[in-house]
């Protein structure tokens, strides 16, 4: 998300991407949404068939009472007949208790519905963040994903379950009506009818301006999400520079942008209400006139006036409700429009075609860069044309300057990122025919940055690998030398990590050097894993790490040139080139960059 | 939930009185209505009414109608601009507080749960007020006055509607007490799946290393289906709500038919044409107090939720940062000078110390450095001087004050802070350099351009499509671990601060690069004191002072030279990284 709000420059010259304000697709969101909803299918029209009977029974119900009012009317003077009275009473009873069940089934439907729908597209997102390439993050906040993960999906679920069946059962109610009134006078239908169309323009033309503020309202709620979770997450930073007030003014423009599309969404649904029932007191009155002066002509009787009193009730009553559940569902679409955006983001290459596999056992373990040339986006080449033959076992170690491109070589090792051309080959295969789960699975990662999730050490070390012992993730803590520093945690093993963890970055470090041991592959990479280590613990580390690359192919990227001094080949990048290769007395006595960068480290 | 409408201010107040005028006006026209539809019905029986006469009335009618729409928009206008303010103003609100916090609060609350807490509870507490508020208003002026209307008419039929009312309030506090705990769960589960995600997002490297993907899916599947079925269930109980509703109100006009015909029946016959009249005027009322109370069940249903929101929210203002503005403004004649007094520090929730009686001084222009292996307190003994956290014990002092004493922004005007995990915020280059607020005027551009160069990023940065203002990502994700880290040293440079902290900072930068920026940072703050942290002993090796630390306990302090003859700890960490050559070199 490209932001230049915080330059007084006027704009950014650059093509940055800019966010589209312009009112996206209604229908086409409803569209999708149907799409979308396809295995409910079933379900929801068992929920229809059930608001259609319960609206058709609550027609009938005036019906019967006004029969009631009769009766008594007739009995005024002659004596009520009782039996009748009791016998419609019941029969009135039955009915509205049918309806009622009835009513509830559907909503328990669309509520069973909703809610799994929301699910399920929970479920594809997260599904869906580890089908992505990690271009498409380096390019999005997470806090605007994980907008759409709770507030979106959040939306799409309370809405839903709200508007569908409100909406169907007063279709329904509002076809019915229409239908008797036809049946009744069609001059009095048309006239109630016109009454109320005036009420349905009004309501599609505050729809569709509503409608435009609800997208904006979740677009910059989103904006704001994200900020407020970058200074969240960075509250050291912004605490120590005083950048409070810089941070809250950003924030003030952000929710001042929220504010108003919150306040016209709001206020512009609010008004639909009102509206309708005015133009129901409207057509009412309409109604009256009209018959009373069909009355006066003698065209009809007094009694077709009062019936069309119920009519225009019940022909108008549901245009409210139509009113709320379309300000329901656009809300609904709103919000899927979002969800359905990034579910539709473009994926990483299927690879279902892929049948080669390479088996962890039998991997010998060479790998081939074969002038691999590569840059993250297309105007800036980071690798150029590089070259390198690594035997089983080795160990090879890439140092350099930073920004050399030396993460780069493990994003395109671990097939992260496409290679530009040139190609990469594992035992002779090349990585484009292998599919990204079977490389991975062929080494074992350790990255500088310490990612732990909350939960117990225990589920931390093993992670996803199954039939793990205690025994061996104890093993595999001595080994990196922190098996005391866990015994002494209040529950050892179970001891629960949490985000803000008074856990020093390095023993962080120590645990995931751990739980890359609990993995078994044949090859190994090391990105700046020892950087957070001090050095007396990298000594213990050290000596583990050597006892894991034996029989291992083994890369190891390090700043500190002590850790890599025992590699059997040296890659000294630079500029994304390889400028000197060779192991550590070879490229000592050659005096070159190496030299230079080695004895940089004790100069004063 | 009433704490949080205490920040209601005057003008909101004045607001609301407002919207209860209009509110009670409008009902006053909703029910002035049925009188005059029952005027045209009357008028239409009688067979000699002209036309004029129903248009007189149905003109009354009508400005009745407009009256009360012309109202109830007036009344959506400024409910929505009193929902919206508020929810603007409590946002507001939260992200100062949680600007306030120290680190101890973050950690207790935990940042996703803070950011739902400013995002999603706050949303769900306005729902409640911009459709809740005027509901709240007009249900039970309605219902009032549609009781005061019926009231004497039959206590039959009074009884039968006051009998329905409780049947309806029974169900709904039922439901309440059922539901509500459950809402509390629902947020907490909201949570959850918010940090998975998060925890999904951030570790995405590594979770695609470990094939791990089913494994995170499974683990966001577990809390999704939870959190589903508790929604599920909470639904279900509130669904009962609306068929009971209408089932009542259908049964209630029944009833009232029902007893009538007995009623007629009994009442002789001057009375049974009143009687029956009243009958049907009275099911419309009844009608009407149903209404209102099925107004107020809707705010029922929301309110659990806003409820549980608003205590979150409240939970989050009602907290105070532990750590407090103090009142020193003036400079001091003493600059650049750092003293630990026999400082220790422990976790509040923690028996154990993290720190045990560290006393030192630094001062201007000295370098100290502080070693140590993994866990013995090196940040936390530098978090204390920005008061990240406050000594348990003992005083910290800068230009020999208590840092406590300090108003914050001063005290952090005079340190320059690079913490151990370089942080980017989403900007450009220069902004992310020229950060925050040092009280004197923002850096300019050839300053900017001179801290990126003695941090050793000049050569990336004007390799940037942009140079200077090329946009770095939210979290700096197009930059690489030690581009952040020589930006985020740049970040301090460009501060001009007295003191510079920095939190293993290098970890993440090659040798040459490390040496080259600290010699040239030395040329460029002859001045400035430098608190260091470090793994490298290359990088502190010229230190004025070294302290070493253990477990917490300071083991040794001197320099490089002095240390190596008497303090083992640092001895051994020496011999891990250099060769016994390079050492008697020195």
Same mark, same amino acid.
């Given at each position: 998300?490209?932001?230049?709000?915080?330059?007084?420059?006027?704009?950014?010259?650059?093509?940055?991407?800019?966010?589209?304000?312009?009112?996206?697709?209604?229908?086409?969101?409803?569209?999708?949404?149907?799409?979308?909803?396809?295995?409910?299918?079933?379900?929801?029209?068992? +929920?229809?068939?059930?608001?259609?009977?319960?609206?058709?029974?609550?027609?009938?119900?005036?019906?019967?009472?006004?029969?009631?009012?009769?009766?008594?009317? *007739?009995?005024?003077?002659?004596?009520?007949?009782?039996?009748?009275?009791?016998?419609?009473?019941?029969?009135?009873?039955?009915?509205?208790?049918?309806?009622?069940?009835?009513?509830?089934?559907?909503?328990?439907?669309?509520?069973?519905?909703?809610?799994?729908? +929301?699910?399920?597209?929970?479920?594809?997102?997260?599904?869906?963040?580890?089908?992505?390439?990690?271009?498409?993050?380096?390019?999005?906040?997470?806090?605007?994903?994980?907008?759409?993960?709770?507030?979106?999906?959040?939306?799409?679920?309370?809405?839903?379950?709200?508007?569908?069946?409100?909406?169907?059962?007063?279709?329904?109610?509002?076809?019915?009506?229409?239908?008797?009134?036809?049946?009744?006078?069609?001059?009095?239908?048309?006239?109630?009818?016109?009454?109320?169309?005036?009420?349905?323009?009004?309501?599609?033309?505050?729809?569709?301006?509503?409608?435009?503020?609800?997208?904006?309202?979740?677009?910059?709620?989103?904006?704001?999400?994200?900020?407020?979770? *970058?200074?969240?997450?960075?509250?050291?930073?912004?605490?120590?520079?005083?950048?409070?007030?810089?941070?809250?003014?950003?924030?003030?423009?952000?929710?001042?942008?929220?504010?108003?599309?919150? /306040?016209?969404?709001?206020?512009?649904?609010? &008004?639909?209400?009102?509206?309708?029932?005015? $133009?129901?007191?409207?057509?009412?009155?309409?109604?009256?006139?009209?018959?009373?002066?069909?009355?006066?002509?003698?065209?009809?009787?007094?009694?077709?006036?009062?019936?069309?009193?119920?009519?225009?009730?019940?022909?108008?009553?549901?245009?409210?409700?139509?009113?709320?559940?379309?300000?329901?569902?656009?809300?609904?679409?709103?919000?899927?429009?979002?969800?359905?955006?990034?579910?539709? *983001?473009?994926?990483?290459?299927?690879?279902?075609?892929?049948?080669?596999?390479?088996?962890?056992?039998?991997?010998?373990?060479?790998?081939?860069?074969?002038? $691999?040339?590569?840059?993250?986006?297309?105007?800036?080449?980071?690798?150029?044309?590089?070259?390198?033959?690594?035997?089983?076992?080795?160990?090879?170690?890439?140092?350099?300057?930073?920004?050399?491109?030396?993460?780069? &070589?493990?994003?395109?090792?671990?097939?992260?990122?496409?290679?530009?051309?040139?190609?990469?080959?594992?035992?002779?295969?090349?990585? /484009?025919?292998?599919?990204?789960?079977?490389?991975?699975?062929?080494?074992?990662?350790?990255?500088?940055?310490?990612?732990?999730?909350?939960?117990?050490?225990?589920?931390?070390?093993?992670?996803?690998? *199954?039939?793990?012992?205690?025994?061996?993730?104890?093993?595999?803590?001595?080994?990196?030398?922190?098996?005391?520093?866990?015994?002494?945690?209040?529950?050892?093993?179970?001891?629960?990590?949490?985000?803000?963890?008074?856990?020093?970055?390095?023993?962080?470090?120590?645990?995931?050097?751990?739980?890359?041991?609990?993995?078994?592959?044949?090859?190994?990479?090391?990105?700046? +894993?020892?950087?957070?280590?001090?050095?007396?613990?990298?000594?213990?580390?050290?000596?583990?790490?050597?006892?894991?690359?034996?029989?291992?192919?083994?890369?190891?990227?390090?700043?500190?040139?002590?850790?890599?001094?025992?590699?059997?080949?040296?890659?000294?990048?630079?500029?994304?080139?390889?400028?000197?290769?060779?192991?550590?007395?070879?490229?000592?006595?050659?005096?070159?960059?190496?030299?230079?960068?080695?004895?940089?480290?004790?100069?004063? | 939930?009433?704490?949080?409408?205490?920040?209601?201010?005057?003008?909101?107040?004045?607001?609301?009185?407002?919207?209860?005028?209009?509110?009670?006006?409008?009902?006053?026209?909703?029910?002035?209505?049925?009188?005059?539809?029952?005027?045209?019905?009357?008028?239409?029986?009688?067979?000699?009414?002209?036309?004029?006469?129903?248009?007189?009335?149905?003109?009354?009618?009508?400005?009745?109608?407009?009256?009360?729409?012309?109202?109830?928009?007036?009344?959506?206008?400024?409910?929505?601009?009193?929902?919206?303010?508020?929810?603007?103003?409590?946002?507001?609100?939260?992200?100062?507080?949680?600007?306030?916090?120290?680190?101890?609060?973050?950690?207790?609350?935990?940042?996703?749960?803070?950011?739902?807490?400013?995002?999603?509870?706050?949303?769900?507490?306005?729902?409640?007020?911009?459709?809740?508020?005027?509901?709240?208003?007009?249900?039970?002026? #309605?219902?009032?006055?549609?009781?005061?209307?019926?009231?004497?008419?039959?206590?039959?039929?009074?009884?039968?509607?006051?009998?329905?009312?409780?049947?309806?309030?029974?169900?709904?506090?039922?439901?309440?007490?059922?539901?509500?705990?459950?809402?509390?769960?629902?947020?907490?589960?909201?949570?959850?799946?918010?940090?998975?995600?998060?925890?999904?997002?951030?570790?995405?490297?590594?979770?695609?290393?470990?094939?791990?993907?089913?494994?995170?899916?499974?683990?966001?599947?577990?809390?999704?289906?939870?959190?589903?079925?508790?929604?599920?269930?909470?639904?279900?109980?509130?669904?009962?709500?609306?068929?009971?509703?209408?089932?009542?109100?259908?049964?209630?006009?029944?009833?009232?038919?029902?007893?009538?015909?007995?009623?007629?029946?009994?009442?002789?016959?001057?009375?049974?044409?009143?009687?029956?009249?009243?009958?049907?005027?009275?099911?419309?009322?009844?009608?009407?107090?149903?209404?209102?109370?099925?107004?107020?069940?809707?705010?029922?249903?929301?309110?659990?939720?806003?409820?549980?929101?608003?205590?979150?929210?409240?939970?989050?203002?009602?907290?105070?940062?532990?750590?407090?503005?103090?009142?020193?403004?003036?400079?001091?004649?003493?600059?650049?000078?750092?003293?630990?007094?026999?400082?220790?520090?422990?976790?509040?929730?923690?028996?154990?110390?993290?720190?045990?009686?560290?006393?030192?001084?630094?001062?201007?222009?000295?370098?100290?450095?502080?070693?140590?292996? #993994?866990?013995?307190?090196?940040?936390?003994?530098?978090?204390?001087?920005?008061?990240?956290?406050?000594?348990?014990?003992?005083?910290?002092?800068?230009?020999?004050?208590?840092?406590?004493?300090?108003?914050?922004?001063?005290?952090?005007?005079?340190?320059?802070?690079?913490?151990?995990?370089?942080?980017?915020?989403?900007?450009?280059?220069?902004?992310?350099?020229?950060?925050?607020?040092?009280?004197?005027?923002?850096?300019?551009?050839?300053?900017?351009?001179?801290?990126?160069?003695?941090?050793?990023?000049?050569?990336?940065?004007?390799?940037?499509?942009?140079?200077?203002?090329?946009?770095?990502?939210?979290?700096?994700?197009?930059?690489?671990?030690?581009?952040?880290?020589?930006?985020?040293?740049?970040?301090?440079?460009?501060?001009?601060?007295?003191?510079?902290?920095?939190?293993?900072?290098?970890?993440?930068?090659?040798?040459?690069?490390?040496?080259?920026?600290?010699?040239?940072?030395?040329?460029?703050?002859?001045?400035?004191?430098?608190?260091?942290?470090?793994?490298?002993?290359?990088?502190?090796?010229?230190?004025?002072?070294?302290?070493?630390?253990?477990?917490?306990?300071?083991?040794?302090?001197?320099?490089?030279?002095?240390?190596?003859?008497?303090?083992?700890?640092?001895?051994?960490?020496?011999?891990?990284?250099?060769?016994?050559?390079?050492?008697?070199?020195?």
């Amino acid at each position: 998300m490209s932001n230049d709000e915080y330059k007084s420059k006027p704009r950014n010259h650059g093509p940055g991407p800019r966010i589209a304000e312009k009112p996206k697709d209604l229908k086409n969101a409803i569209k999708k949404l149907i799409l979308y909803l396809d295995k409910f299918k079933p379900l929801i029209v068992i +929920a229809l068939i059930l608001a259609v009977v319960s609206s058709i029974l609550s027609i009938i119900g005036p019906n019967k009472l006004s029969d009631l009012t009769d009766i008594i009317k *007739e009995g005024l003077i002659t004596g009520i007949n009782f039996e009748k009275v009791k016998s419609i009473s019941v029969f009135l009873v039955t009915l509205y208790l049918v309806s009622a069940i009835f009513n509830y089934i559907q909503t328990l439907i669309m509520t069973n519905v909703a809610n799994n729908f +929301a699910k399920n597209l929970r479920s594809r997102i997260s599904i869906k963040i580890n089908r992505l390439p990690l271009k498409y993050f380096d390019n999005n906040s997470y806090g605007d994903i994980l907008s759409r993960v709770t507030n979106d999906v959040d939306t799409i679920g309370v809405t839903m379950h709200q508007s569908l069946g409100s909406l169907v059962s007063a279709i329904t109610l509002f076809l019915g009506s229409i239908i008797m009134m036809f049946a009744t006078n069609w001059i009095m239908a048309i006239t109630g009818i016109v009454a109320s169309t005036i009420g349905f323009v009004f309501m599609f033309i505050i729809l569709a301006k509503s409608q435009k503020y609800f997208t904006l309202r979740q677009i910059e709620l989103g904006k704001l999400n994200g900020h407020i979770e *970058e200074i969240y997450t960075n509250h050291n930073v912004v605490k120590a520079y005083n950048g409070e007030e810089e941070s809250l003014e950003k924030f003030d423009k952000l929710n001042e942008k929220v504010y108003e599309c919150n /306040r016209k969404s709001q206020f512009l649904s609010g &008004m639909m209400q009102p509206i309708m029932s005015f $133009v129901g007191n409207f057509s009412y009155l309409a109604v009256c006139v009209v018959g009373a002066i069909l009355v006066m002509n003698n065209e009809i009787s007094f009694g077709v006036i009062v019936a069309f009193m119920i009519y225009v009730r019940l022909f108008t009553n549901p245009l409210t409700q139509i009113a709320q559940a379309m300000t329901n569902l656009q809300s609904t679409a709103a919000a899927s429009e979002r969800v359905f955006e990034f579910i539709e *983001e473009k994926e990483m290459d299927d690879e279902k075609n892929i049948k080669k596999r390479l088996h962890k056992s039998k991997v010998k373990g060479n790998i081939v860069f074969d002038h $691999v040339k590569f840059g993250y986006n297309n105007d800036r080449v980071i690798i150029q044309d590089f070259c390198c033959n690594v035997k089983p076992g080795e160990k090879i170690a890439i140092v350099g300057p930073t920004g050399a491109g030396k993460t780069t &070589m493990v994003n395109l090792l671990m097939k992260f990122y496409e290679i530009n051309s040139g190609d990469i080959t594992i035992d002779g295969e090349s990585i /484009r025919e292998l599919s990204r789960e079977n490389v991975h699975d062929l080494f074992i990662m350790v990255l500088q940055d310490t990612w732990l999730f909350e939960g117990t050490i225990r589920d931390n070390i093993k992670y996803n690998k *199954e039939n793990v012992t205690d025994e061996e993730i104890m093993q595999a803590l001595e080994v990196v030398g922190v098996d005391h520093f866990v015994k002494s945690l209040p529950k050892g093993l179970d001891y629960v990590l949490t985000d803000n963890d008074s856990i020093s970055a390095g023993q962080k470090q120590l645990l995931t050097i751990a739980r890359g041991m609990i993995k078994d592959a044949p090859f190994l990479i090391l990105d700046e +894993a020892t950087s957070s280590v001090d050095t007396r613990t990298e000594e213990l580390v050290q000596k583990a790490m050597d006892k894991l690359t034996e029989g291992r192919t083994s890369f190891i990227i390090a700043h500190r040139l002590s850790t890599i001094k025992n590699a059997d080949l040296i890659l000294v990048m630079k500029d994304g080139n390889i400028i000197e290769q060779g192991n550590h007395k070879e490229l000592m006595n050659k005096n070159g960059f190496y030299a230079e960068l080695y004895n940089s480290q004790f100069k004063k | 939930m009433f704490k949080l409408l205490k920040k209601f201010n005057r003008k909101d107040v004045l607001i609301i009185l407002i919207c209860v005028v209009l509110i009670s006006f409008q009902v006053w026209l909703d029910l002035k209505l049925p009188d005059y539809m029952s005027k045209i019905t009357t008028l239409l029986q009688q067979s000699d009414t002209g036309i004029n006469s129903i248009l007189e009335q149905g003109g009354y009618m009508l400005l009745c109608a407009g009256g009360s729409l012309l109202s109830a928009i007036v009344v959506g206008y400024l409910a929505s601009l009193l929902s919206s303010t508020f929810s603007k103003n409590i946002r507001k609100k939260i992200f100062e507080k949680v600007q306030s916090f120290s680190m101890e609060e973050i950690k207790k609350f935990t940042t996703s749960s803070l950011i739902t807490r400013t995002t999603n509870d706050i949303t769900n507490v306005e729902m409640l007020i911009s459709m809740g508020l005027q509901l709240l208003i007009k249900a039970p002026i #309605t219902a009032v006055w549609a009781i005061f209307k019926i009231l004497n008419k039959s206590w039959q039929w009074s009884a039968i509607t006051g009998v329905a009312v409780l049947i309806l309030l029974t169900m709904v506090v039922m439901l309440m007490i059922v539901v509500i705990p459950k809402f509390k769960i629902v947020q907490k589960l909201i949570d959850n799946i918010n940090g998975l995600t998060r925890e999904n997002l951030l570790g995405i490297r590594v979770i695609r290393a470990f094939n791990a993907e089913k494994y995170q899916e499974n683990k966001f599947e577990e809390g999704n289906i939870k959190l589903t079925k508790t929604q599920l269930f909470n639904q279900s109980m509130m669904g009962i709500m609306q068929p009971v509703m209408y089932l009542i109100m259908n049964c209630i006009t029944l009833a009232i038919y029902f007893v009538g015909a007995y009623l007629i029946n009994a009442a002789g016959f001057p009375d049974k044409i009143s009687i029956f009249s009243d009958m049907v005027v009275f099911t419309s009322y009844a009608m009407q107090v149903i209404m209102s109370f099925l107004m107020l069940a809707m705010i029922f249903i929301m309110y659990p939720r806003a409820s549980v929101s608003a205590d979150r929210i409240n939970e989050v203002i009602e907290t105070f940062s532990t750590i407090n503005d103090g009142d020193v403004e003036e400079e001091n004649y003493i600059k650049g000078e750092v003293e630990f007094r026999n400082v220790s520090f422990r976790y509040p929730d923690s028996e154990e110390y993290v720190l045990k009686d560290i006393s030192f001084v630094a001062r201007e222009g000295e370098t100290v450095a502080f070693i140590g292996s #993994t866990g013995s307190g090196k940040s936390t003994l530098i978090n204390l001087v920005p008061r990240f956290y406050d000594a348990t014990e003992g005083e910290v002092l800068v230009d020999g004050v208590n840092v406590k004493d300090y108003k914050l922004n001063i005290l952090h005007n005079k340190l320059g802070y690079v913490p151990q995990k370089a942080v980017m915020f989403n900007g450009s280059v220069k902004y992310n350099v020229s950060y925050g607020d040092n009280g004197k005027e923002k850096a300019s551009l050839d300053k900017i351009k001179e801290a990126v160069r003695v941090a050793q990023a000049k050569d990336f940065v004007e390799k940037m499509s942009n140079t200077y203002d090329s946009n770095i990502a939210r979290g700096g994700t197009n930059v690489s671990g030690g581009q952040k880290q020589r930006l985020a040293i740049a970040r301090a440079i460009a501060k001009d601060p007295e003191i510079y902290i920095f939190d293993d900072s290098f970890s993440a930068l090659d040798y040459k690069t490390d040496y080259i920026l600290r010699n040239e940072l030395k040329k460029y703050t002859k001045n400035a004191t430098c608190l260091i942290v470090a793994q490298r002993i290359g990088t502190i090796i010229n230190a004025d002072k070294i302290i070493v630390l253990d477990h917490g306990n300071c083991v040794g302090i001197g320099t490089h030279k002095e240390l190596l003859k008497k303090c083992s700890i640092y001895k051994e960490i020496a011999y891990s990284q250099l060769s016994k050559e390079e050492l008697e070199n020195e």
